[in-house]
């Protein structure tokens, strides 16, 4: 008769590795986040698939083409866009404040704001808004 072993005395030894490897994760599409299968990449930026849906401009969100696209940070904008968003202030930066094309609608609303914020100090320091000289009330 077979002797019967306790469970604590067996030897036990793990299945072999198997042959087979886990499947390469699909990359990621940067706009959404969601896995890209080859069939559905799409080569936007540089060696970045997307998905063909995703490849709008950021900020208008309009379909891009391959001529009309341009990438900044992993982030794709139309021409129109780009040009707004980046070039106009960029240029500005570089240049000693000399800037002789169209100002960028924010720095001209920052211009703005600041002239009324002099206009109500000197309202609350009462200064004459003409000749710029303290009144005494």
């Known amino acids: 008769m077979s002797q019967l072993v306790d469970p604590t005395e067996a030897s036990w030894t793990s299945p072999s590795k198997s042959k087979w490897a886990i499947a390469p994760s699909s990359p990621c599409c940067p706009a959404c986040r969601a896995p890209i299968y080859p069939a559905e990449a799409v080569i936007a930026a540089p060696r970045t698939p997307f998905h063909k849906w995703c490849i709008k401009c950021r900020r208008c969100k309009k379909s891009l083409t391959p001529s009309s696209l341009n990438e900044h940070k992993m982030q794709l904008y139309c021409n129109n866009c780009y040009q707004h968003v980046f070039m106009d202030k960029d240029y500005q930066q570089y240049s000693?404040?000399?800037?002789?094309?169209?100002?960028?609608?924010?720095?001209?609303?920052?211009?703005?704001?600041?002239?009324?914020?002099?206009?109500?100090?000197?309202?609350?320091?009462?200064?004459?808004?003409?000749?710029e000289k303290q009144v005494w009330p």
């Open 96 to 131: 000693s404040e000399e800037f002789v094309g169209t100002e960028a609608a924010e720095d001209e609303d920052a211009k703005e704001r600041e002239k009324h914020k002099e206009i109500e100090r000197k309202k609350r320091e009462h200064f004459c808004p003409e000749c």
